[in-house]
């Protein structure tokens, strides 16, 4: 008895071993399965990206603030790569002039650069791709050249938009270059309280700003506490992202919630949907010493990649406005 009790153990032991070896040869099939189907990230130009960057964060650029030379020079290198993509003007042109009154009760003369991809299935509905292309300027004979803060954010929307030529959206993808963030928002309140579509019509906003530097190589991303239905199309670009996704600074008010600290706060004053990409602070932050040179290339590139699968997995399944 004992015997052929134990050999029935031995036997149905080696029947759930095999049972198991099944089931994992089945999972690990899946799994390649699923890795087969998966369209691989987008390919994005990385040579141009950080060429891009290199020229808005040069010298001759003079920090890029609203209104004065410097950002006038930005806007135009901004025009003509625009152009060389072959992003449309969404209005009569590309550039979207405005003029508002700034912190300090001075009126601010800007000019935000608004483009479209049209989408080839629902050319009526927009994802409204963001970055400001301002900085804060010269301060004390110093140039504040803000690499990371924002050329990368800008440089990145035009790799974006590249990719987006190539490979049509579903949906339609305004490329909008904001001016006079560094001041209020300037550009970012100006286009919703003016905006080149309606604002029903937006799916979300997505905006990119300070994208390039992280020592962790985390990126986060803001925006799913406040809107919940984006968040499975986030969880979904955590898993293949080739940064650290994390989700957060969205919630609970202070400098640690992010929700009002660049432009989405203008789309979400209106109560659009919202997701913001960027890093946290670093010791260079709002310094002159925010350089092209200190920008990793590696991780600028993957950055900038992880937006791009996000806006690709928004277009392919946006969730209904409430």
């Known amino acids: ?36 189907q998966r369209p691989p990230l987008p390919a994005l130009d990385s040579a141009q990206l950080l060429r891009d960057l290199g020229v808005l964060a040069a010298d001759s650029m003079e920090g890029r603030r609203v209104g004065t030379p410097g950002g006038a020079k930005a806007r135009a290198y901004l025009l003509s790569r625009l152009n060389a993509i072959g992003i449309a003007p969404l ?13 300090g009760g001075n009126t601010i003369a800007g000019v935000n650069l608004v483009g479209v991809v049209r989408g080839s299935r629902v050319p009526d509905r927009y994802v409204v791709l963001t970055a400001h292309y301002d900085h804060v300027g010269v301060r004390n004979n110093e140039i504040y050249r803000g690499a990371d803060d924002n050329a990368s954010g800008t440089s990145g929307v035009l790799a974006i938009a590249k990719w987006l030529k190539a490979n049509p959206p579903q949906h ?18 100006a286009f919703v309280e003016a905006a080149p579509v309606p604002l029903d ?28 239905a984006l968040r499975p199309l986030l969880d979904s670009t955590v898993r293949v992202a080739p940064v650290t996704l994390k989700l957060g600074h969205d919630s609970g008010g202070g400098q640690d919630d ?23 602070d670093h010791p260079d932050y709002h310094k002159p010493s925010d ?32």
Request: glycine residues 8%.
């Open 91 to 103: 209005g009569a042109a590309l550039e979207a002039p405005f003029s508002t009154t700034g912190r």
């Open 172 to 189: 339609s993808v305004v490329i909008a270059l904001f001016d006079g963030e560094e001041s209020g928002l300037l550009g970012a309140r």
């Open 201 to 228: 019509r937006m799916i979300a906003n997505v905006n990119l700003d300070m994208v390039s530097r992280n020592d962790r190589n985390e990126l986060w991303a803001a925006g799913a506490a406040r809107h919940p």
């Open 1 to 36: 008895m004992t015997n052929r009790i134990s050999a029935r153990r031995r036997s149905i032991a080696a029947v759930l071993v095999a049972a198991g070896a099944v089931g994992m040869a089945a999972t690990a099939c899946a799994t390649t399965a699923e890795s087969a």
């Open 258 to 280: 992010w929700t009002s600290q660049s432009d989405h706060g203008a789309f979400h004053a209106k109560g659009i949907p919202w997701v913001y990409f960027g890093v946290e």
């Open 291 to 322: 350089t092209a040179d200190k920008v990793p290339a590696s991780f600028f590139f993957r950055s900038v990649t992880t937006v791009a699968e996000f806006v690709r997995r928004l277009d392919a399944a946006p969730p209904a406005r409430r």
